[in-house]
């Protein structure tokens, strides 16, 4: 049979054993680099070579004793039969089929399969001749690539943020579902489309002009970037769009990814936001210029002290000047007149400037921050917070250690602050029985390791108790029996809006020490 089938093949005579195309046809059918195999038209194995063995997983003798129907996978064993028997019918000469064949091992293999009709002399048919590749690696990167597709395309199209994919020229290729929700069109809307449907009018005139450049000097402007840009709703409303670009070729085309997430809620979120912080800077600095209020009504009984010594000083040089000047031209009257008068005007600036001090600190603060030295700050706001210290027998020590230090500041809010630490220590020290010292030490200095400039207010008075001390900075809280709590909750506000800091110190002694700083200003 095999003879006779040799010899169909190569048109020489049945037994002729010493025909070339014989041995040639011979050599082929076993060396063949695929599965080579003569099935009978019923389906049993004449012949196989040995490729067709390993690639089918069974033995030449196990093959032969069966038929392809029996290894075939039961999925495409019907459409294998449906082409024999087109063969069979006439109606083709050969076919072509991926199928799969279920190895010895229970494992499947797929493969290309090629199968011709061979006939006999008369042309009726005789048997097939089958030819067998094994395509199971291409079969894999397949399933991987269609599986990578089914992944692709399920977070393409249940992706929050809107995908398109557009050519060198803008054409919308491909857009997903959460187009629609962003933008208003249905993806069928936009694909065809030039992506300049998503933009505004201005935007979209200038944007064949970016492709353009892009594709003439390669110079990205957002392409691996991202930025942040205006987009335009099917009804016409604009919106804020996060978008990041992404470039790729295919076949030696162009195309870009664009990925699109609507922050037009975040845009107005942080506009609301920023009215919100507004107001309440606005709050505050009317939160803090009635503490300064607060604090000048408090010390109101020692302001009208301290103005009124120089009134009556004024007062008393000018009757002096009266009396002088009423003993006519005698000898010495006119330099005794001018000596008053004299210590009248400087009892009159010295009044002046306590009223100025008195204006700016209850003045509203214009927010605006000036460069300032701070001794010259700590000193001019002690200066006004020590108006009573003398009356009350309160000794003052000043320590400097902050020569030509400065620091950016604004002056009335960092001087409310110390008035307001050391009118606390006045007010603690004059609770103490007499005979018992009553100082108040306020000293500056650098700190070199961070760049920043400490004040440093502390007293000898009773201290603070230990119950007390973490809740010192909150609003509200005050242990003196009509204050408002408002002061230190101030202050801690504005000296962390200057980016500094406030503390209570721990307690090491008799009384209560605050530390402060603020970062230097460095040229």
């Given at each position: 049979?095999?003879?006779?089938?040799?010899a169909?093949?190569?048109?020489?005579?049945?037994?002729?054993?010493?025909?070339?195309?014989?041995l040639?046809l011979e050599?082929?059918?076993?060396?063949?680099?695929?599965?080579?195999a003569?099935?009978?038209?019923?389906?049993?194995w004449?012949?196989?070579?040995?490729?067709?063995?390993?690639?089918?997983?069974?033995?030449?003798d196990?093959?032969?004793?069966?038929?392809?129907?029996h290894?075939?996978?039961?999925?495409?064993?019907?459409?294998?039969?449906?082409?024999?028997?087109?063969?069979?019918?006439?109606?083709a000469e050969?076919?072509?089929?991926?199928?799969?064949?279920?190895?010895?091992?229970?494992?499947?293999?797929?493969?290309?399969?090629?199968?011709?009709?061979?006939r006999d002399?008369?042309?009726?048919?005789?048997?097939?001749?089958?030819?067998?590749?094994?395509?199971?690696?291409?079969?894999?990167?397949?399933?991987?690539?269609?599986?990578?597709?089914?992944?692709?395309?399920?977070?393409?199209d249940?992706?929050?943020?809107?995908?398109a994919?557009?050519?060198?020229?803008?054409?919308?290729?491909?857009?997903?579902?959460?187009?629609?929700?962003?933008f208003g069109?249905?993806?069928?809307?936009?694909?065809?489309?030039?992506?300049?449907?998503?933009?505004?009018?201005?935007?979209?005139?200038?944007?064949?002009?970016?492709?353009?450049?892009?594709?003439?000097?390669?110079e990205?402007?957002?392409?691996?970037?991202?930025?942040?840009?205006?987009?335009?709703?099917?009804?016409?409303?604009?919106?804020?769009?996060?978008?990041?670009?992404?470039?790729?070729?295919?076949?030696?085309?162009?195309?870009?990814?664009?990925?699109?997430?609507?922050?037009?809620?975040?845009?107005?979120?942080?506009?609301?936001?920023?009215?919100?912080?507004?107001?309440?800077?606005?709050?505050?600095?009317?939160?803090?210029?009635?503490?300064?209020?607060?604090?000048?009504?408090?010390?109101?009984?020692?302001?009208?002290?301290?103005?009124?010594?120089?009134?009556?000083?004024?007062?008393?040089?000018?009757?002096?000047?009266?009396?002088?000047?009423?003993?006519?031209?005698?000898?010495?009257?006119?330099?005794?007149?001018?000596?008053?008068?004299?210590?009248?005007?400087?009892?009159?600036?010295?009044?002046?400037?306590?009223?100025?001090?008195?204006?700016?600190?209850?003045?509203?603060?214009?927010?605006?921050?000036?460069i300032?030295?701070?001794d010259?700050?700590?000193?001019?706001?002690?200066?006004?917070?020590?108006?009573?210290?003398?009356?009350?027998?309160?000794?003052?020590?000043?320590?400097t250690?902050?020569?030509?230090?400065?620091a950016?500041?604004?002056?009335?809010?960092?001087?409310?602050?110390i008035?307001?630490?050391?009118?606390?220590?006045?007010?603690?020290?004059?609770?103490?029985?007499?005979?018992?010292?009553?100082?108040?030490?306020?000293?500056?200095?650098?700190?070199?390791?961070?760049?920043?400039?400490?004040?440093?207010?502390?007293?000898?008075?009773?201290?603070i108790?230990?119950?007390?001390?973490s809740?010192v900075?909150?609003?509200?809280?005050?242990?003196k029996?009509?204050?408002?709590?408002?002061?230190?909750?101030?202050?801690?506000?504005?000296?962390e809006a200057?980016?500094?800091?406030?503390?209570?110190?721990?307690?090491?002694?008799?009384?209560?020490?605050?530390?402060?700083?603020?970062?230097?200003?460095?040229?």
């Amino acid at each position: 049979m095999l003879r006779q089938a040799l010899a169909a093949l190569s048109g020489s005579k049945a037994g002729d054993p010493s025909s070339t195309v014989d041995l040639r046809l011979e050599a082929s059918f076993e060396q063949a680099a695929v599965g080579m195999a003569h099935v009978a038209l019923d389906g049993r194995w004449l012949r196989v070579n040995d490729q067709c063995s390993a690639i089918i997983g069974y033995s030449k003798d196990e093959l032969l004793g069966g038929s392809f129907q029996h290894i075939t996978h039961p999925e495409d064993l019907p459409h294998d039969l449906a082409q024999v028997e087109r063969l069979l019918c006439g109606e083709a000469e050969r076919y072509s089929m991926d199928k799969r064949y279920i190895r010895k091992d229970g494992g499947s293999v797929w493969v290309h399969l090629t199968v011709t009709l061979i006939r006999d002399k008369d042309g009726a048919p005789d048997f097939f001749v089958v030819v067998i590749q094994d395509i199971s690696d291409r079969k894999h990167v397949e399933a991987s690539l269609v599986d990578s597709e089914a992944r692709y395309r399920a977070i393409f199209d249940s992706a929050v943020e809107a995908i398109a994919v557009i050519d060198s020229r803008g054409t919308i290729q491909s857009i997903n579902p959460a187009a629609q929700r962003i933008f208003g069109y249905a993806p069928a809307e936009l694909i065809g489309n030039n992506v300049r449907t998503l933009m505004p009018k201005r935007i979209a005139r200038e944007h064949d002009a970016y492709l353009n450049r892009y594709r003439t000097t390669h110079e990205r402007a957002i392409i691996g970037i991202g930025r942040e840009v205006e987009g335009m709703r099917k009804d016409g409303t604009p919106l804020s769009i996060d978008l990041s670009v992404a470039e790729w070729e295919r076949a030696g085309q162009t195309f870009f990814t664009g990925i699109m997430r609507d922050i037009t809620p975040r845009r107005e979120a942080e506009a609301a936001l920023r009215t919100s912080e507004e107001r309440l800077r606005s709050l505050q600095n009317e939160y803090a210029h009635l503490a300064r209020v607060n604090e000048m009504g408090e010390m109101a009984a020692a302001i009208a002290h301290e103005i009124n010594q120089p009134l009556t000083a004024i007062v008393n040089n000018l009757n002096a000047g009266l009396y002088a000047g009423n003993e006519g031209l005698s000898q010495g009257a006119f330099e005794e007149a001018q000596e008053v008068m004299v210590a009248a005007s400087v009892q009159a600036l010295r009044a002046g400037e306590i009223v100025r001090r008195l204006r700016e600190f209850v003045g509203k603060s214009t927010g605006e921050r000036r460069i300032e030295a701070i001794d010259t700050l700590v000193d001019a706001a002690s200066g006004l917070a020590l108006i009573d210290a003398a009356a009350n027998g309160i000794q003052v020590e000043r320590l400097t250690g902050a020569d030509g230090v400065q620091a950016r500041v604004d002056t009335v809010q960092i001087q409310q602050v110390i008035v307001n630490l050391i009118r606390n220590a006045m007010d603690a020290l004059v609770t103490l029985p007499p005979g018992q010292e009553r100082r108040i030490s306020i000293a500056t200095k650098v700190i070199e390791k961070s760049s920043a400039v400490e004040i440093r207010i502390a007293d000898t008075g009773p201290g603070i108790p230990e119950e007390l001390r973490s809740t010192v900075f909150e609003p509200f809280f005050t242990s003196k029996a009509k204050g408002m709590g408002m002061g230190l909750s101030v202050c801690r506000r504005l000296i962390e809006a200057h980016d500094g800091s406030i503390a209570l110190e721990a307690p090491g002694g008799a009384g209560a020490a605050f530390r402060l700083t603020l970062p230097q200003y460095r040229v």
